[in-house]
Nanobody
Framework: QVQLVESGGGLVQAGDSTRLSCAGSGFPFSSYIMGWFRQAPGKERDFVAAISRGAGRTTYYVDSVKGRFTLSRDNAENTVYLQMNSLKPEDTAVYYC????????????????????WGQGTQVTVSS
């Protein structure tokens, strides 16, 4: 069956970097757009970034992480990576990897219900 498993994160200092990984299985990984969302305590789940299918030549980021986060994919490893640099306390959240079921449409990349499978999430805590 389809599985997405996130890893990485933990407790980091403001200004530090960390990398999250999401390993997919049970589906043709390269055929799917992949995305990351995050949910801070008491808040809704928000879109972070997405990467196109295939070679992943196109990425899309929420404004608050542009220039700091980089999303990439390694289809040979069935894994997407979210490199997070210059971390801020407001980046503290549980980060979720998700598989998008539809087409690459920037106006809906941030819509959670356009993603059909989700990982269990991994906590990132940024201390000031």
């Amino acid at each position: 069956q389809v599985q997405l498993v996130e890893s990485g994160g933990g407790l980091v200092q403001a200004g530090d970097s960390t990398r999250l990984s999401c390993a997919g299985s049970g589906f043709p990984f390269s055929s799917y757009i992949m995305g990351w969302f995050r949910q801070a305590p008491g808040k809704e789940r928000d879109f972070v970034a997405a990467i196109s299918r295939g070679a992943g030549r196109t990425t899309y980021y929420v404004d608050s992480v542009k220039g700091r986060f980089t999303l990439s994919r390694d289809n040979a490893e069935n894994t997407v990576y979210l490199q997070m640099n210059s971390l801020k306390p407001e980046d503290t959240a549980v980060y979720y990897c998700a598989r998008r079921s539809g087409w690459w449409t920037e106006t809906t990349l941030g819509t959670a219900n356009e993603y059909d499978y989700w990982g269990q999430g991994t906590q990132v805590t940024v201390s000031s």
